[in-house]
């Protein structure tokens, strides 16, 4: 990868207003996540159920239903006509090789990233959607600085990411472990989000057309970064969370020579969650509107992104689900089909959604589940 002599500062605004809203909305949810750690299970029950209503409502009216982008009407399966073909092998077509990648440090705040050396990289993506922001895969690796085992994790956040908080927390937990992480940020999220939209709205705020070509770019992208660190002779698993899962679900089908996959209450078939009480099916169906098929014809169309249609390209032992007993946000029948489908063991947790997404306790867990599988495949 090509080193880059400047380093990657943020912008002001990026440096003052995100941070400083990132620290005041994590207080606010620990202090509530720890508040529902008290009491008996009923109580936590309620109280998990408590905060998956009020951030489902907080990110759809405050992000995903917002009108301050008009919606996005796609034209790739004119260019690209095996966007509607409903096969995976042709929707993920072509597969894109690796590539070189440049590379910028950035400088954290004191305390931050001990041991870590933290860059930025960046690479035009293989897969271009036609918006010079979004086309640029963007990604943060965190290396340790002594004693790497040849191992790195991807991962990818939920559907509305405004910082890097807990890819950066589990890479200062893992970096010690001699495990190297990198957070690549989804199409139309984060730092890929063109003006004036926020983050997460223009994955779905656009017809049937646009959200097909949103998903197909996230998982080739996905797969531009692994083969690239592959070709640096590393060894690669996945991580994501929510939507982040979904999206290593399907990049499961896609990448080859992957050690693991971990995903973290994912939306696991598409096709369940527009017909369950999700707070986000609003935002889908908005888009969709744009373009009306009937619900037979809409599961043909979608199916490459329907994980359980397909074969992973590891063994389901390899793969380990994990579901929040009492999410609002996704269908937990889904993910239990899914597991059945693909073998693979399914971790239960007590919690709703989002709690699930930003337990400490949790994510224990996910560092657990990668010592035990790194042992047995790192002779390969």
């Not at 912008?11 to 400083?20: A, I, K, L, Q």
């Not at 646009?210 to 970064?225: E, F």
């Not at 698993?237 to 971990?262: E, H, K, N, P, R």
């Not at 793969?319 to 946000?329: E, G, N, S, T």
Request: include cysteine; charge should be positive.
């Amino acid at each position: 990868m090509t080193p880059s002599p400047a380093p990657n500062k943020p912008s002001v605004s990026e440096e003052g207003f995100r941070e400083r809203f990132i620290a005041w909305a994590r207080r606010l949810v620990l202090k509530a996540v720890a508040h529902g750690e008290r009491g008996p299970a009923w109580w936590r029950r309620f109280w998990s159920q408590m905060i998956d209503s009020l951030m489902g409502q907080i990110l759809l009216r405050g992000v995903l239903l917002r009108r301050t982008v008009p919606l996005r009407i796609g034209d790739a399966h004119h260019e690209f006509p095996d966007l509607f073909s409903g096969q995976h092998a042709r929707f993920f077509a072509p597969l894109p090789a690796a590539c070189t990648w440049t590379e910028a440090p950035v400088e954290e705040p004191p305390g931050r990233s001990q041991g870590l050396k933290v860059r930025d990289l960046t690479a035009p993506s293989a897969t271009p959607v036609g918006d010079v922001i979004n086309d640029v895969i963007r990604a943060r690796r965190w290396t340790p600085k002594t004693g790497d085992r040849g191992l790195t994790v991807v991962g990818i956040d939920g559907i509305v990411q405004i910082g890097a908080g807990w890819f950066r927390r589990f890479a200062e937990r893992v970096g010690p472990l001699g495990i190297e992480t990198v957070m690549m940020d989804a199409p139309f999220n984060f730092r890929r989000t063109p003006g004036p939209a926020l983050p997460g709205q223009l994955i779905v705020g656009g017809d049937l057309s646009h959200q097909l070509s949103v998903a197909r770019q996230s998982v080739l992208d996905i797969t531009q970064l692994c083969r690239s660190l592959q070709a640096e002779g590393r060894r690669v698993g996945l991580v994501g969370c929510s939507y982040g899962g979904w999206l290593m679900l399907m990049a499961a089908t896609v990448v080859d020579d992957l050690d693991f996959v971990i995903s973290l209450a994912p939306p696991a078939d598409i096709v369940d969650l527009l017909q369950s009480r999700s707070p986000f099916v609003k935002a889908l169906r908005r888009g969709l509107q744009l373009t009306p098929v009937p619900l037979a014809e809409l599961e043909a169309l979608v199916r490459p992104v329907r994980p359980r249609e397909w074969r992973p390209k590891l063994p389901g032992r390899q793969i380990r689900l994990h579901a929040a007993r009492y999410d609002r946000f996704v269908p937990n029948t889904a993910i239990e089909q899914l597991a059945k489908a693909w073998q693979a063991p399914l971790v239960w947790h007590d919690e709703a959604h989002y709690r699930l997404t930003v337990l400490e306790s949790v994510q224990t867990s996910v560092i657990q589940e990668i010592q035990d599988f790194w042992p047995a495949h790192a002779a390969r």
